[in-house]
């Protein structure tokens, strides 16, 4: 007899658990998993890889008590009582499904056989947008793989219940007439036989009828009752007692209706089950659970496969299996597919090493950085290596020669997958490395406190920014190497970056430098800023204390010296806690701006300001000098000696500068004393000389009677003066004799007496020059025309004797005659004294 080809999918599949079981634990108690899911259209079903790869990690026999019916007819809840945990299955208080797919869970529960009792929880029928056929599909897969089948409703067995469960199982009728009519020869799987069907129990959530009273004396008179009603709803009658044509009977080897009281009896717990202690529960379910438990595990034993007890590695290849037949429509060709199940096997197999490498390659590469280039091309080697041995190992029972080439090709899919999401990966760990690399040198560069030595941390900077550079080209160089040379794929590399890793760290680096070394020489800058504010504050706080002085030039001088030191040492004192500031070029320019603007600007206004005030002071001085000179000038007594009006006047002018020193003590060398000092002489010198004046109009008024006598005698000698007489036509001689006429009357006269003889000449010049000013203007008016005449009666002389030698006349006419009289002559009248008469002589 040829080898069964399960034989060989089941060696096959013990070769997969050993590297399997180095991955992953083994299936744990009370925790379901989903081994089937619906199709997003909810017409079909798809397998669930990660629960049927869970299924498939369970070596030891397994009991299936399958669990169907309408959806929130308490499928969960049941399993969680029969379990004994509240929480083991999802108990939904919405309308809506909460269970979807298929969902297993291992329990500690053992069947007749000591298998492990296994519960299959399964998706409501009924449910809202759920295809009649997909409600079908879960009925069979149920019937097909349970130990024992749980069709489970709420209330009573109404007509409506009866009519769906015959529809489900009129669906299997379909299977189990395809495969009466296969050859005796197909070798069919065992659970593909309707002699397999196990029992069913129909279990009545929330009973609380009574039973009609025919049936109520029976053993089991729920069951009674069940099958008195199946066959009237079917129009069947027993050709004789105890005889079963439904067809429930017909395809299930035992039929069972159990009920069940209410769990609880307030609104509030039958809202929510899952909160509800188990020991909470009314006394009437828990009775009835406890011997709805003893009937399901009585007899309950594991469904065979090959032979030998179904086990999580059959049961998940029986999964695949049946899926995939519904998958593809074949809903009742299920037994034929198994004659082309060797050729299946075969893509199967490539699908399941192709699966297998995927799960292989997803678990390289988990960590939070990236592994290196070479690592992961050894370890994707490794994954590849393993798929293909296993790959050939499913099919070294099958006569299928392997496809390598196909395996390669799908696994380079996965790989070029996975490499895409590794290049992000790496690009990530490169750009976080920038980050970190950056991070550090940042916290290098933050280390130097502001302000600091351009140079050095330029130096010191640009050191430490190559040797980061290089220990980073230098991993990330360790890191890109692609290792040993590969066979069955083609090895990674390093993602493509936009710019050099190592050239735009260096670049970030240099750009942090920079912005330090700005900040630096941004606080370089407020440093010598500081620097001159602080120099410009204690010139400041020095001219502010001599703001309302007056000082002279050595005053001056001195306070420049001390404003000077005080501004540079206040200068100083801020740059030369650092050393090095002295040699940069801010220093010079900084010092350069507190020469120019700081001190040399504020000390030229603070010393023209000084001068204003010093010029307001001394005009001021002046102004009072000039007041109390004028005023005491007044009070002097005169007429006076001049010896006397000298001697008075000096005391005078010595008090006013006195004064005027008083006012300007310590300010003698400046300019604005030595000009109140020039303009007070000015005005004591012209006062000096109005005294003088004053004192000689005094005396001239005291010397009225001189001068009066002085007149007479001018006057006198006036009418005295003939035509050759001097006084009246020259000068000289008028204030020669008009000298000695007043000086002769002083000697008779009293004041005159009294008056020394430079006080006399004074008096006299005084009289002259104002009282005889008329006088004196007629003598020189006599005097320019006496000295004219002569001159201008020769100019017309030799003019016209030019004249008539150029004409050549004839004798003159006049020969013998007298020239006309009156043509030169002149006519000399006197006049009184001191009074003109008209004549050009005066």
């Not at 440093?527 to 204390?545: G, I, N, Q, T, Y």
């Not at 000098?625 to 007044?634: G, I, L, N, P, V």
């Not at 109009?697 to 005698?713: F, G, I, N, P």
Request: glycine letters at 4%; one cysteine or more; aromatic letters at 8%.
């Amino acid at each position: 007899m040829p080898k069964s080809p399960w034989s060989s999918v089941r060696a096959l599949l013990l070769f997969l658990l050993a590297p399997l079981t180095t991955l992953c634990n083994e299936v744990p108690f009370n925790v379901p998993f989903q081994v089937v899911r619906p199709t997003a259209n909810h017409t079909s079903m798809l397998p669930v890889p990660e629960g049927l790869a869970r299924l498939s990690r369970h070596p030891g026999s397994i009991s299936i008590i399958s669990v169907v019916g309408p959806y929130h007819s308490g499928k969960s809840f049941l399993l969680n009582a029969l379990v004994g945990d509240p929480n083991v299955f999802t108990v939904g208080r919405k309308t809506s499904p909460e269970t979807m797919g298929i969902w297993m869970c291992r329990t500690n529960l053992r069947a007749e056989d000591d298998s492990e009792v296994w519960l299959m929880d399964s998706e409501g029928f009924f449910g809202p947008g759920v295809a009649e056929s997909y409600d079908a599909k879960i009925f069979t897969i149920a019937s097909l793989l349970g130990g024992h089948l749980v069709y489970n409703t709420v209330k009573v067995i109404d007509q409506q219940a009866v009519n769906l469960l015959e529809m489900l199982a009129r669906r299997a009728q379909l299977f189990r007439t395809r495969s009466s009519t296969e050859p005796a020869s197909l070798e069919t799987p065992e659970f593909l036989s309707v002699r397999s069907f196990p029992p069913l129990t129909w279990v009545v959530e929330d009973f609380v009828q009574e039973l009609p009273e025919e049936h109520s004396q029976s053993e089991d008179p729920a069951t009674s009752w069940l099958r008195s009603y199946l066959s009237q709803v079917n129009g069947t009658a027993a050709a004789f007692e105890g005889e079963e044509v439904h067809i429930l009977s017909r395809l299930y080897s035992d039929v069972k209706v159990k009920t069940l009281f209410l769990p609880a009896t307030s609104k509030t717990e039958l809202q929510d089950l899952s909160k509800l202690p188990l020991e909470r529960l009314t006394e009437e379910f828990k009775q009835e659970l406890s011997e709805l438990k003893r009937h399901l595990l009585r007899n309950l034993h594991a469904r065979s496969f090959e032979g030998e007890p179904m086990t999580g590695r059959s049961l998940d290849r029986s999964l695949r299996f049946i899926v995939q037949g519904l998958q593809r429509g074949m809903f009742h060709e299920l037994p034929s597919l198994w004659s082309t199940w060797m050729q299946q096997v075969a893509e199967m197999s490539l699908q399941d090493a192709d699966t297998w490498f995927a799960s292989l390659l997803s678990s390289i590469d988990a960590g939070e950085d990236p592994i290196a280039v070479g690592e992961l091309n050894t370890k994707a080697e490794e994954a590849r290596e393993m798929s293909v041995q296993f790959y050939k190992e499913l099919l070294r029972d099958f006569e299928v020669r392997p496809d390598i080439a196909e395996l390669r090709k799908r696994m380079d899919v996965h790989f070029q997958h996975k490499l895409v999401l590794y290049h992000e990966r790496v690009q990530r760990w490169v750009h976080e490395l920038i980050a970190s690399a950056k991070e550090e040198y940042g916290k290098v560069l933050v280390q130097s406190e502001l302000p600091f030595d351009p140079d050095l941390f330029r130096k010191s900077g640009e050191e430490t920014s190559r040797s980061i550079v290089k220990d980073f080209a230098a991993r990330l160089q360790a890191f890109s190497a692609r290792g040993p040379a590969l066979i069955h794929g083609k090895a990674a590399q390093m993602p493509v970056f936009v710019q050099d890793p190592a050239s735009s760290l260096s670049t970030d680096l240099h750009t942090m430098l920079g912005a330090r070394e700005l900040e630096n020489e941004r606080e370089i800058a407020q440093f010598f800023k500081a620097a001159v504010a602080a120099a410009d504050e204690a010139v400041d706080r020095e001219l502010k204390l001599n703001v309302n002085k007056l000082l002279g030039k050595a005053q001056m001088k001195e306070l420049q010296a001390i404003v000077q030191n005080r501004c540079w040492q206040a200068f100083d004192d801020l740059v030369s806690k650092h050393k090095w500031m002295l040699l940069l070029n801010h220093h010079k320019t900084h010092k350069a701006v507190v020469q120019t603007e700081t001190y040399e600007s504020r000390m030229a206004r603070f010393v023209a300001a000084n001068e204003q005030r010093l010029s307001t002071h001394f005009r001021t001085a002046l102004e009072r000098c000039a007041s109390s000179y004028k005023t005491r000038k007044a009070n002097l007594a005169m007429p006076v000696s001049e010896t006397d009006i000298v001697a008075e006047h000096r005391n005078l002018a010595a008090s006013i500068r006195e004064m005027l020193d008083e006012q300007g003590r310590d300010l003698a060398d400046t300019d604005a004393y030595r000009g109140a000092l020039r303009s007070l002489e000015s005005i004591l010198e012209e006062g000096f000389l109005h005294c003088k004046q004053k004192n000689v109009e005094l005396w001239k008024v005291h010397s009225d009677e001189a001068t009066r006598c002085a007149l007479k005698e001018n006057h006198a000698a006036e009418k005295r003066c003939s035509l050759w007489c001097l006084f009246n036509k020259v000068p000289m001689v008028h204030k020669k004799d008009s000298r000695k006429h007043l000086l002769s009357c002083f000697s008779r006269s009293g004041a005159g007496s009294r008056m020394s003889p430079s006080m006399q000449s004074q008096v006299f010049e005084d009289w002259y020059n104002k009282d005889l000013a008329h006088d004196a203007a007629t003598v020189w008016s006599n005097f320019y025309i006496g000295l004219g005449t002569p001159i201008i009666g020769l100019a017309i002389i030799c003019l016209i004797g030019s004249c008539s030698a150029r004409r050549q006349p004839p004798p003159s006419q006049y020969m013998g005659q007298p020239p006309p009289s009156g043509q030169y002559g002149s006519q000399y009248g006197r006049s009184q004294p001191g009074h003109y008469d008209g004549s050009p002589w005066r």
